[in-house]
């Protein structure tokens, strides 16, 4: 690739970044952000960019504003790119909040089949206990039919039918343990019953409190669908901004089209938009270094990393290189014969999602840092899979392969960092 090739794949984005990269150097969302918050910061972008637009239609057409006509155009994709950020960060509070409700319910199910399996267990104290009860019930009946055919005896038959005095005093005590043992019969059966009572009002406690519960669950279950249908507006909101951005951006790109290559305002384009994409690989690298691991990039505890694209069929279309003339292309650009669009992209090992975002070279693109200073960068998807701050598993989807932001087909641009800085994936993947 020789360097007029690589700077008029570039050029129709020059004037776009530098202003871009002025204003998302200092913008930021606090983590503790509110849904309410984002939607105020979205309200005033939305001024923002309407403001922005009466500037640029009261320039537009005027030869001697071209200048400051691509200028305000530039400070209005600005203003694109951090709504979107603004829509994501909305995104990721809409995500938590889901997430915090589907834990919740989780423990709520818990707690219902805590209250079945107690359900289950009186239910199976009752049928021992009226077993019991039967059982005593036929005992008692038993003694009370022998009593009735043997008649009542009086003290003074039992004194009449003894031996001697001694006899007697047996006998009476026989006869008054017969009817303590009845009277114990009797006494049991009543605790029994009552016991049987007290364990059925458990179980209609434990009932009504499984259909609070059920309730809890059902209401917070209607909640996350709305945020999920929140989550899928703004991720429309998103796609759309980054389409107005495109058209900006080739609006651009007709200015510059017109210009010299060999002009001075050509090669100081050139130059700002080199020191642009410096930048922005310092911010990656600023990134990792406040949110990423640190440290020799060897993963003891792993296998390696494999292919993000776990396809039959996978070429390498754009290797990593620098080149004498200054370019440098720090990934390898990954495609697959038969149709790259669509295709599955597998996190190349387990770790934290450093960022899942947008830009407008890179497109939508994740970070994820590994561990050990080893990170990984998957960029110009067609759509993304996971958020901010999740924890993702080695070979779980992440995003989709796709042609967003600066790039000239569909294929995924996968870069390999150490401590934030781009090293070759060829050594640490087999394609």
């Not at 104290?125 to 022998?146: G, H, P």
């Not at 290189?321 to 990954?334: E, I, K, M, V």
Request: with cysteine.
């Amino acid at each position: 690739m020789n360097k007029f090739f690589f700077r008029n794949r570039k050029i129709s984005f020059i004037l776009s970044l530098v202003l871009i990269f002025s204003i998302l150097t200092c913008y930021s969302v606090s983590a503790n952000t509110t849904i309410d918050e984002y939607k105020d910061k979205i309200a005033e972008y939305e001024e923002k960019i309407d403001e922005a637009q009466g500037k640029i239609d009261a320039l537009k057409g005027d030869i001697s504003q071209v200048q400051e006509y691509i200028e305000e155009l530039d400070k209005q994709v600005a203003m694109y790119q951090e709504q979107i950020d603004v829509y994501n960060g909305q995104i990721g509070a809409y995500q938590d909040t889901i997430d915090d409700y589907e834990a919740q319910n989780e423990e709520l199910e818990a707690k219902i089949e805590e209250l079945n399996k107690q359900i289950e267990e009186c239910n199976a104290q009752i049928d021992e206990m009226n077993a019991q009860i039967d059982d005593k019930y036929d005992e008692l009946k038993e003694l009370i039919r022998t009593n009735y055919i043997n008649g009542e005896t009086s003290a003074i038959e039992v004194l009449l039918l003894s031996d001697d005095f001694s006899d007697y005093l047996t006998k009476v005590q026989f006869v008054s343990s017969l009817a303590d043992y009845e009277q114990g019969l009797i006494d049991g059966i009543n605790d029994d019953i009552e016991k049987v009572d007290a364990t059925l009002a458990q179980i209609d406690t434990d009932k009504a409190t499984i259909r609070d519960i059920q309730a809890d669950i059902d209401a917070k279950i209607k909640e996350i669908e709305t945020l999920q249908d929140a989550v899928e507006e703004n991720k429309s909101k998103v796609q759309a901004n980054q389409d107005i951005i495109q058209a900006k951006v080739d609006e651009n790109s007709n200015y510059l089209a017109s210009l010299n290559n060999e002009s001075a305002e050509y090669e100081a384009m050139i130059e700002e938009y080199e020191a642009a994409i410096a930048q922005f690989d310092r911010q990656i690298q600023q990134m990792l270094q406040s949110n990423g691991s640190s440290g020799s990039g060897t993963l003891t505890n792993s296998s390696g990393l494999i292919c993000p694209l776990q396809y039959s069929g996978v070429y390498v279309s754009s290797p990593f290189y620098r080149n004498s003339d200054g370019s440098y292309h720090g990934a390898l650009d990954l495609c697959t014969y038969g149709g790259t669009y669509g295709k599955n992209i597998s996190a190349a090992e387990s770790g934290k999602v450093i960022t899942a975002s947008y830009h407008w070279s890179y497109g939508n693109y994740v970070v994820i840092d590994h561990g050990n200073g080893l990170s990984t960068l998957y960029a110009h998807c067609s759509s993304l899979a996971v958020s901010s701050g999740q924890s993702v598993s080695k070979g779980q989807t992440i995003a989709y392969v796709g042609s967003t932001g600066n790039s000239s087909g569909p294929h995924l641009h996968f870069e390999v960092r150490i401590n934030g800085s781009r090293v070759n994936p060829a050594g640490y993947i087999s394609v």
